[in-house]
């Protein structure tokens, strides 16, 4: 098959493409630095000639409410008029867990907006949602850093590793569209304060961990919303695992 993965050169896309690539089909890894553009539509039309499948895990170079709200919706836009023209039978989009119970939440209302394009689209489809990367608890901590001390909030979550991530996506891409969502999480529920004091004794920099529920971008998160359902999908690899080798 030909596969266009949309966002193909980022921390997702680019093990997505790799996997894909593994496994025989022949992929294009779209992205502004390879001559497509998604939010504008340049390259999308050649890009996407005979393409069977596209895979959107792009992402708003922006957080905020507006420019990620316009990111997504006018990405969407774009990609399936231009996958209308080429006739590709599936699209796969990477989502977040728990995206429809934050509508206080900006960015969550833009994501549900691009799920919400999707499936008025007409174009088959399957939502694979994420809970949130190994990869994010670092940089979380580091925006939460005062005077030596990394200030968290309690909300609990059930992160995951991106290489489980992008298995995940890689498999939706080669299957037949199913035109729901599917939860995938990591094997373990903790909180976020438990993740800093983990990433800090495997290693140390002299920070100490101290809850404060004003802090980061998790502040006032429902209870819940960052662990997933019942029913999610669980990777094996686990936090601390996943620090020894990373």
């Known amino acids: 098959m030909k596969i266009v993965v949309v966002g193909g050169t980022g921390l997702i896309g680019s093990q997505v493409v790799a996997l894909l690539r593994e ?28 393409a069977d499948v596209v895979v959107d895990v792009s992402n708003s170079p922006s957080f905020e409410d507006g420019p990620a709200l316009d990111f997504f919706t006018r990405s969407a836009r774009n990609l399936f008029e231009a996958e209308g023209a080429a006739g590709v039978r599936h699209h796969v989009v990477l989502s977040i867990v728990g995206v429809d119970r934050v509508p206080d939440y900006g960015y969550y209302r833009a994501k549900v907006a691009q799920e919400e394009a999707l499936r008025a689209s007409g174009i088959p489809y399957s939502i694979v949602r994420a809970t949130q990367f190994f990869e994010f608890i670092a940089p979380v ?15 609990r979550l059930r992160p995951i590793a ?18 729901a969502v599917r939860e995938i999480a990591g094997p373990d529920v903790l909180a976020l304060p438990r993740l800093g ?24 998160m429902p209870e819940g919303v960052l662990v997933g359902g019942d029913s999610a999908h669980t990777s094996a690899t686990g936090y601390e695992e996943w620090l020894k080798r990373n």
């Open 162 to 179: 991106s290489a489980d991530v992008a298995a995940a996506v890689a498999e939706a891409a080669q299957g037949a569209p199913s035109g």
């Open 141 to 155: 901590m580091d925006m939460s850093t005062q005077d030596g001390r990394v200030r968290l909030p309690s909300a």
């Open 197 to 220: 004091e983990i990433t800090l004794a495997a290693k140390p920099d002299g920070r100490t961990v101290v809850v404060d529920e004003t802090v980061g971008p998790f502040a006032g």
């Open 23 to 50: 496994r025989g089909h022949e992929v294009v890894a779209a992205s502004p630095s390879t001559g497509v553009d998604a939010f504008t539509g340049a390259g999308l039309a050649d890009a996407l000639t005979g």
